[in-house]
């Protein structure tokens, strides 16, 4: 069953004990079209400022980077088609951001090796890449967190069926691992590391669509079942149905991060913050609404109208 979403909503996050480890993800970002035009006049920071109350309390922030980042231009012939500047990834490091998902439809935007590019750029800038190697088995082992004696091991995949071109075995390039190769992959990795969190980021569902297909439902109960003991979604532009399998958190979708969609169902959305100790999870869910692109946390009265809709 379904639930609400009632988890336990926040305004600002706070430094997290030497004994606990705090990790905040965060939807699409999406750096060009009319983000482009206010990143030229008002600078990145104004679209991060509020969410930087968030990212700076913990211990790590991972967005997941809708498109690349390279003075290339090469673009593809589709209908979207994104392209950031080099020199406005330290914004997202000031902004606390520290880890950049790349497993996406968006990454391959101009090509290869604008991927490739994006990678040296994002390390160049303090950024970590995520689901990207020089290689697939590169491309989806999982980063490393860790914090004292605390390790949380994310893997990340797109799961969208790109085209074939995309996947070259030996080449660079984003993880496109299938569910069933993920959940085989995580199996494996708890019997190597038991004692290691395992949290799973996927590209995945249709776009605006609030709710899960029955086909991704299935999908969160094989990684769960597999080890997986947090699953965070992106791609439907939308917040979401939530639920726990397993006493495991799936969030299927969080919506934008930094978007320009006009779409209203997308101007909504939520950072998901993980708190891991040695023995235990927590999740709290910090709700924000765009205005005019720009992610702004809501007020207490705010969240008690979001919560009364997001009934799940």
């Given amino acids: 069953m379904l639930h609400r979403l009632g988890l336990l909503l926040i305004l600002l996050a706070s430094c997290s004990a030497p004994d606990r480890m705090e990790v905040v993800f965060g939807g699409d970002v999406m750096l060009d079209r009319g983000i482009r035009a206010q990143i030229d006049t008002r600078g990145l920071e104004y679209l991060t400022e509020d969410l930087s109350k968030v990212f700076d309390g913990a211990d790590y922030a991972v967005i997941n980077l809708e498109c690349p980042v390279t003075d290339q231009h090469t673009p593809l012939t589709k209908e979207y088609v994104f392209r950031a500047e080099p020199e406005w990834l330290p914004g997202l490091c000031n902004a606390g951001i520290t880890h950049c998902i790349m497993a996406n439809n968006h990454s391959y935007d101009h090509g290869r090796d604008a991927l490739v590019a994006t990678a040296e750029n994002l390390n160049t800038a303090g950024l970590v890449p995520v689901g990207y190697g020089l290689n697939q088995a590169k491309a989806c082992e999982p980063v490393l967190l860790q914090k004292g004696d605390i390790e949380v091991a994310l893997f990340a995949s797109v799961t969208l069926g790109l085209e074939a071109w995309m996947y070259l075995e030996d080449d660079p ?44 439902r299935e999908e969160a109960k094989k990684l769960i079942h597999a080890g997986t003991d947090a699953i965070i979604g992106h791609h439907p532009h939308v917040i979401q149905s939530f639920e726990y399998i397993e006493g495991k958190p799936v969030f299927y979708s969080i919506g934008n991060l930094i978007f320009d969609n006009p779409n209203p169902k997308t101007h909504e959305g939520i950072l998901v913050k993980l708190a891991f100790e040695k023995d235990k999870q927590e999740v709290q869910v910090v709700p924000y609404k765009a205005d005019n692109s720009k992610p702004v946390l809501m007020s207490e009265g705010e969240q008690v109208e979001f919560k009364k809709r997001y009934t799940f």
């Fill in 173 to 216: 390039g984003m993880c496109q691992a299938t569910i069933s190769d993920l959940s085989k992959n995580i199996r494996e990795y708890k019997k190597q590391y038991p004692h290691r969190f395992v949290v799973v980021t996927l590209h995945w569902g249709a776009e605006y669509h609030q709710t899960p297909t029955s086909i991704q």
